[in-house]
């Protein structure tokens, strides 16, 4: 029996060594270097990890969810107009609306795991290739998890009976394994 090396509880997703160690497998087999993003520079294991490690942050601070919808029921639509609507009042109403649907957008603050990812592409946590090469990382961890070379990150995070702690124990595994099996950074000479 592999030695389990992260395991949480209330998780259906349980990561081991010979887990981490598959996805290793399966990076060196990859077409292309899994740790040079778009930029075409390389990142180190660590920028990666601390990209996934505040992604956790996030989703813990603001809330998870499989999948973002609108916030405000499809019955709010904007009143019909008729010749005898000024502009003004046509400006005015679409203005309302606007300000009212942002409103929603803002009071609905959480986040899948996607758009965290790529909100902390944008901080001082992370950049675009720290962001895609964390998604590479999940979809290796979710290929190891299932047996399936096949299987990407954004459809199993979205399954129905996915839970924000099965996100956090994949998150929690990218970090392991970028600390693991990513470049470490270049010492100064």
Do not use: C
């Not at 904007?78 to 609507?85: F, I």
Request: net charge negative; proline share 5%; no cysteine.
């Amino acid at each position: 029996m592999p030695e389990t090396l992260i395991a949480i509880t209330a998780s259906s997703v349980v990561i081991t060594t010979e887990m981490l160690e598959k996805a290793a497998q399966l990076a060196r087999d990859a077409y292309r270097p899994l740790w040079t993003g778009n930029s075409g520079e390389q990142s180190t294991g660590e920028a990666v990890a601390r990209h996934f490690e505040a992604t956790i942050t996030l989703l813990d601070t603001d809330g998870w969810t499989r999948t973002w919808s609108w916030p405000t029921p499809p019955d709010t639509m904007l009143p019909a107009t008729d010749d005898e609507t000024s502009v003004r009042d046509m400006v005015r109403t679409l203005l309302d609306y606007v300000r009212e649907e942002d409103s929603a957008t803002a009071r609905s603050s959480q986040r899948t795991v996607l758009t965290a990812l790529g909100y902390i592409g944008g901080t001082e946590h992370g950049d675009p290739d720290t962001r895609d090469i964390a998604q590479d990382v999940l979809d290796l961890l979710v290929q190891a998890l299932t047996d399936n070379t096949a299987a990407r990150f954004a459809p199993w995070a979205e399954r129905l009976h996915r839970t924000h702690a099965d996100i956090t124990a994949l998150l929690t595994a990218g970090a392991l394994f970028a600390r693991t099996h990513g470049p470490a950074p270049e010492r100064a000479v």
